[in-house]
């Protein structure tokens, strides 16, 4: 059975615009004089997103009248988000000032801005073109006047690139990691006729630039270097640092849950790549951690090293 369809609350598949799903039915067992097919594969734009197995059928069960009843308080819940999507979703507003000109945006996924003397950059495109249009708006609140002269996107995690189809609307030349760009050509030129978004009204051709190697941005206090990351679990990520700040920021290679970051591993990742470019670091964030500083990382490398 396949069928084509979008889902725009959904946040992994309403990036990808018109959808199309195909299931397969198979394991096919004969009960009861009936022909039920006891697996089903699901399958969305050709990727394996769920296999469903019965382990055990029974054609002569009954329930209550109620089973699938749902309550009042649920209904009254549910909604101030019935006709909600992920473009809905809006940034936080106790943005901070990482260093002068540099702008930390909280939110599900940080974004950040950068101040310099020709413009504004702004790193991470997360979620979804709702939410960068937020962005932008936010950006001209805080810089008015100052264009958009590029954005950076770290990882092909799909929070990360959800938002970079707005940016491309508006001619903005996007930095990527070279092995990251056949998703992200992908993902610009998914069709979008059910909840059309700016490029799909406005289609235009997409300014990348590939990063394989250490890439420049700008001059002056808040010049920008990017790196690609190329640990074994991070290897389609970037890393940005700001030479002037000692500032880094590790895209998503790990996280921070109770005070101590995970895993290890992943975290000896970033340092390796530090290492390997020689950059002198006194103060990282990331996707979704905050301003801290690089010697509470480096601890909990040695911590798993002992």
């Not at 598949?13 to 039920?36: A, C, E, K």
């Not at 308080?73 to 940034?91: G, M, N, Q, V, Y």
Request: cysteine-free.
């Amino acid at each position: 059975m396949e069928w084509e369809s979008a889902y725009p609350s959904d946040m992994f598949w309403s990036i990808w615009g018109d959808v199309t799903s195909r299931v397969y039915y198979s394991f096919w067992w004969l009960q009861n004089g009936i022909h039920y097919p006891l697996q089903a594969d699901l399958f969305r734009n050709g990727m394996l997103a769920q296999t469903v197995t019965i382990t055990k059928i029974d054609f002569s069960g009954s329930f209550p009248t109620d089973t699938f009843a749902i309550s009042a308080d649920a209904r009254e819940a549910f909604l101030p988000r019935a006709t909600k999507t992920a473009d809905d979703r809006s940034p936080g507003k106790t943005a901070t000032d990482l260093a002068p000109g540099i702008v930390f945006i909280p939110g599900p996924w940080n974004t950040t801005l950068v101040r310099q003397d020709d413009g504004l950059i702004v790193l991470e495109a997360p979620i979804s073109s709702g939410y960068s249009a937020k962005v932008l708006d936010f950006a001209q609140t805080k810089f008015p006047g100052v264009p958009v002269k590029a954005v950076i996107t770290t990882s092909d995690s799909w929070p990360h690139i959800g938002g970079l189809r707005e940016y491309v609307a508006h001619g903005t030349p996007v930095y990527v990691l070279d092995r990251t760009v056949p998703l992200i050509e992908r993902f610009l030129s998914a069709p979008r006729t059910r909840y059309p978004d700016s490029l799909a009204k406005n289609p235009r051709k997409a300014d990348l630039r590939r990063v394989s190697s250490k890439t420049v941005i700008g001059s002056g206090p808040n010049r920008i270097e990017i790196y690609p990351i190329h640990g074994e679990t991070s290897e389609r990520q970037m890393m940005v640092y700001f030479p002037e700040h000692k500032l880094l920021y590790g895209s998503d290679p790990f996280q921070e849950l109770d005070g101590s970051f995970f895993f290890p591993q992943t975290v000896s990742e970033l340092e390796n790549a530090v290492e390997r470019e020689h950059l002198s670091v006194e103060r990282f964030f990331m996707m979704h951690i905050e301003l801290t500083p690089w010697s509470k990382a480096m601890d909990s490398v040695k911590q798993a090293s002992n």
